[in-house]
């Protein structure tokens, strides 16, 4: 079974449209919670254009499921995240012009940068996981500088055109679980999942977290965040593969 992790970030980026403090992502949290989220993921982005410093210790304070912390390995926000401790955090890339994350972390290239920064915050206990494209050589170079998991980048599979173009994202997606899993990862999925075509990529085997935002925080405005949640927790326990 797939486990749920919903990303509040997009409640914070109503707020800011204002600056004000409604939408709360705390609130959202709480809700998403009582959906049965088994995660909650925020963002705590450098420019802090949407998650804000205190919504992380809010988010650290009510949450009473895994919280998974997306994040650059900027020094400032490595040192939030080692005195935060949340359960999980995923590095990620991260560039100011780009409206969301765009692709996955290059670790092959910037090993050096990755590696200090990953055993720092292991030595606190936190979970890593690095969010890269399903390349293999990206997910044996992750394992070695010391990640526990991965999260597969879902977006060639969610903005396939085709067809043609879907199933070979999702037959790259199947063959990155099976590297992860060889290398000792657990693996995520995540990036441009909805309630449309969450199906086929929650068939593929091995997956065993998703991190959604987007798609729930749609529904959301229009069910409310509980049942946005609770009907998505529903399509992964009809479609996620059964374990071997
Ligand atoms: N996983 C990671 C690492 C992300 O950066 C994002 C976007 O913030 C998501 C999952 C969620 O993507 P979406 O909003 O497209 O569901």
């Avoid at 949450?63 to 939030?80: C, G, H, R």
């Avoid at 998991?149 to 969610?158: K, V």
Wanted: contains cysteine.
């Amino acid at each position: 079974m797939i486990t749920l992790g919903v990303n509040i970030d997009h409640v914070a980026t109503v707020r800011q449209a204002r600056r004000t403090d409604e939408p709360d992502p705390a609130w959202a949290a709480v809700e998403a919670q009582l959906g049965g989220a088994d995660c909650i993921t925020f963002h705590l982005r450098e420019d802090r254009r949407h998650v804000n410093d205190r919504d992380a210790r809010a988010l650290k304070e009510i949450v009473n499921v895994k919280l998974n912390m997306e994040m650059s390995i900027a020094d400032e926000i490595v040192a939030i995240a080692s005195d935060l401790l949340p359960t999980q955090c995923t590095l990620v890339p991260e560039k100011r012009e780009e409206l969301t994350t765009e692709g996955g972390l290059d670790v092959i290239r910037h090993a050096d940068r990755i590696a200090p920064v990953v055993s720092r915050l292991r030595e606190r206990g936190i979970v890593l996981s690095a969010f890269i494209e399903p390349i293999p050589k990206q997910i044996e170079a992750s394992a070695k500088v010391g990640f526990q998991a991965i999260e597969l980048w879902t977006g060639s599979y969610a903005h396939a055109k085709t067809d043609a173009e879907k199933m070979v994202a999702l037959g790259e997606l199947s063959t990155g679980i099976e590297v992860g899993h060889r290398a000792g990862l657990e693996v995520h999925g995540g990036h441009g999942i909805t309630y449309r075509n969450v199906a086929d990529v929650a068939e593929i085997e091995g997956f065993s977290e998703f991190n959604i935002g987007h798609s729930i925080i749609s529904r959301a405005m229009f069910t409310g965040m509980r049942e946005a949640v609770q009907e998505m927790k529903d399509l992964l326990s009809l479609h996620s593969a059964e374990e071997m």
